[in-house]
């Protein structure tokens, strides 16, 4: 669109984007009061079954390494050189074991490295790292 100006015949080339903001604020409006309906959930009524029990939940085992190198299982101290061990055996237990392994960040590297590699000797496949936000 042009228009003429009063001083001179050059040709404006602004556009006036007042309308195109009234636009999509009224479209945003109009998303606003109905994505609260496209989420209804249908009403069923479900039938009545006998009482299933959940199923077994097991806690995992966590390993922790201090400041001092020192380890723990489960906020218990426990030797290092018994680790592999311990490991082996409750993998052998429990074939879908967890394990969570927390180390101070003044942990020694080799410590914290050593403890996955037994992690991994022992056939452990589900590990976690723990941090802080």
């Not at 309906?37 to 390993?63: C, F, G, H, S, Y």
């Not at 400041?67 to 490991?87: G, T, V």
């Amino acid at each position: 669109m042009a228009f003429a100006s009063r001083n001179d015949d050059d040709m404006m080339s602004e556009m006036n984007i007042t309308p195109l903001v009234d636009v999509m604020l009224v479209l945003l409006v109009v998303f606003i009061v109905t994505a609260p309906m496209l989420t209804n959930a249908i009403p069923v009524q479900l039938p009545k079954t006998a009482a299933v029990a959940p199923a077994e939940r097991t806690d995992p085992l966590v390993i922790s390494i201090d400041a001092q190198q020192q380890l723990f299982i489960n906020k218990d101290p426990f030797p290092r050189d018994r680790l592999s061990a311990h490991l082996q055996q409750a993998k052998a237990n429990n074939a879908n074991l967890v394990v969570q392994v927390q180390a101070d960040k003044e942990a020694n590297y080799g410590e914290v490295a050593a403890l996955l590699a037994d992690v991994e000797q022992a056939g452990i496949t589900r590990l976690s790292l723990l941090t802080q936000k």
